[in-house]
């Protein structure tokens, strides 16, 4: 279980990492928050993956930065992916209607 200063650690981070993301990908202000989930989710989920597979040694206290980095990144990915595709196919609704 996880201490109070690996769980804030653990924010602090993914929240560096979702800011950044929106820094060089963000258009609104309003993806920075989804983003920040995505970072959240990612990095909790590779917290998960590290500790079953073990195959990096290298932790800060609790925090396994590096897993954690690898699938909070993949997890942003996804996430700007996926607010492509939605406002993609909501433009192309527009443009059928309006023409």
């Known amino acids: 279980?996880?201490?109070?200063?690996?769980?804030l650690f653990s924010l602090l981070l993914a929240t560096l990492y979702a800011a950044l993301f929106h820094l060089i990908v963000g258009r609104r202000v309003r993806?920075?928050?989804?983003?920040?989930?995505a970072a959240v989710v990612g990095f909790s989920a590779g917290q998960l993956v590290?500790?079953?597979?073990?195959?990096?040694?290298?932790?800060?206290?609790?925090?396994?930065?590096?897993?954690?980095?690898?699938?909070?990144?993949?997890?942003?990915?996804?996430?700007?992916?996926?607010?492509q595709e939605r406002v993609g196919s909501g433009q192309s609704k527009e443009g059928k209607s309006s023409g």
């Open 50 to 83: 590290g500790m079953q597979l073990r195959l990096v040694p290298w932790t800060i206290g609790e925090v396994r930065v590096v897993e954690g980095t690898i699938i909070a990144v993949l997890f942003l990915l996804l996430a700007r992916w996926l607010r």
């Open 31 to 37: 993806d920075l928050g989804f983003f920040w989930l």
């Open 1 to 7: 279980m996880p201490q109070a200063p690996a769980l």
